[in-house]
Every structure is written in C-alpha cells, then in structure tokens.
T-cell receptor
Framework: DAGVTQSPTHLIKTRGQQVTLRCSPK?????VSWYQQALGQGPQFIFQ???????QRGNFPDRFSGHQFPNYSSELNVNALLLGDSALYLC??????????FGQGTRLTVV | GDSVTQMEGPVTLSEEAFLTINCTYT??????LFWYVQYPGEGLQLLLK?????DKGSNKGFEATYRKETTSFHLEKGSVQVSDSAVYFC?????????????FGGGTRVLVKP
C-alpha cells in the first residue's frame, strides 16, 4: 500500500513565477492537508481539503490556493513566488478527523 | 490562538542515555497532543499521541503523559540509540485526532553519539 506521495521532490523557481505541487493521498483517505516547513522550523498549516472543498485555512495569503480532485488527490498552487516561500511543503492525508499520514515533502527553492 | 513551545536543540547525548524533551502548550478547549519525528530527508512520522488528560502515549520506548494542570506533554526515553537521532516535533490538534489542523512546535534536534 503506497503511502502519501508528493511530486516533484525538488524544484527551483524564480521570484514572481507560479508553482504547482501535487499530492496523492494514502489509499482510502479522503482528506488532504498542506503544511509549509521553513528551514529549522516546525510545519505551519496552510489549508485542508475535504470533499473537494477547502475546510480549514491557516494564516497564509491568497497567493496560496489549492484544489482537491474527485479521486482525493490534491494540488497546492503558489502565485507570485517570493524568496520567503522557499521551504519544504508537506502534504498529509487522513480520513476526516482521524490520524494524519505525511508525505516526504516537496523542497521548493525560490531564487 | 493555539501554540506549542518546545525546548530548543540541539540535544546531544551518548548512546543509552536518558532523553527528555520538554513541550508545553496553549490551547482553548481540550486538544489532542502528539509527538512526531522527522528523520533526515524524510517527512513526519507520528511517534505517539494522547487524547485526554492523564493519558500516556507510548511507542518504540518513547513515552509522554498529557498533563492538563501544567499544560505539558514532555517526551522521554530511558535509553537512546544512535538510530533515534532525528528532529522531534510536539503538536496539538483541536479535535480528538490528527486529521484536523495540527499546530506544531519549532522542533528539537536530537543527536545520539555512539
């Protein structure tokens, strides 16, 4: 059983560009959450999707948006990239209100 | 809002030493509490959890007790191994499981030397 898979594992973008990160949840899971982990810090909650709708949102600007597809996979989009967006982006999947399982993350570097 | 504070690292220990990582929290209501571990180059793995006051979570020799009176959830292990070298995160959720929003502490890096 594949766990949570994220793609790509690494990418480098230029300031002002847009980026899309992808997440496939663990089999049977219906909820996907996204976190940003800056270097040397704890993960910060971005938002959570359930039934293709944004269910909760953290303190992130509108440049951060997401989507959940009918097969429960999810995308995180970040527009107008800033140097400060450089971080490890973690996806976590779960059944709603149950234990979350994390993927390996996508390392985004903005130059 | 909710917050988690944990001791800063790095914590450097010799193999078979006793490990304690302090964690305190601020939350409205009665959160669930978690410890996650992150090995180099990997995502987060749930280490243990506790969902109500006085619950003790345990796994792989690690233990933590949910202390409501001191709003703490300190992680302990009696005899660490080199393989325990990792970053440990304390976290809380405002629901009884981690499927909802998790609030993390800043992490504590642990280095165990042979």
């Amino acid at each position: 059983d594949a766990g949570v898979t994220q793609s790509p594992t690494h990418l480098i973008k230029t300031r002002g560009q847009q980026v899309t990160l992808r997440c496939s949840p663990k089999s049977g899971h219906d909820t996907v959450s996204w976190y940003q982990q800056a270097l040397g810090q704890g993960p910060q909650f971005i938002f959570q999707y359930y039934e293709e709708e944004e269910r909760q949102r953290g303190n992130f600007p509108d440049r951060f948006s997401g989507h959940q597809f009918p097969n429960y996979s999810s995308e995180l989009n970040v527009n107008a990239l800033l140097l400060g967006d450089s971080a490890l982006y973690l996806c976590a999947s779960s059944l709603i209100s149950r234990e979350a399982f994390f993927g390996q993350g996508t390392r985004l570097t903005v130059v | 809002g909710d917050s988690v504070t944990q001791m800063e690292g790095p914590v450097t220990l010799s193999e078979e030493a006793f490990l304690t990582i302090n964690c305190t929290y601020t939350a409205t209501g009665y959160p669930s509490l978690f410890w996650y571990v992150q090995y180099p180059g990997e995502g987060l793995q749930l280490l243990l959890k506790a969902t109500k006051a006085d619950d003790k979570g345990s796994n792989k020799g690690f233990e933590a007790t949910y202390r409501k009176e001191t709003t703490s959830f300190h992680l302990e292990k009696g005899s660490v191994q080199v393989s325990d070298s990792a970053v440990y995160f304390c976290a809380l959720s405002d629901h009884k499981a981690a499927g909802n929003k998790l609030t993390f502490g800043g992490g504590t890096r642990v280095l165990v030397k042979p």
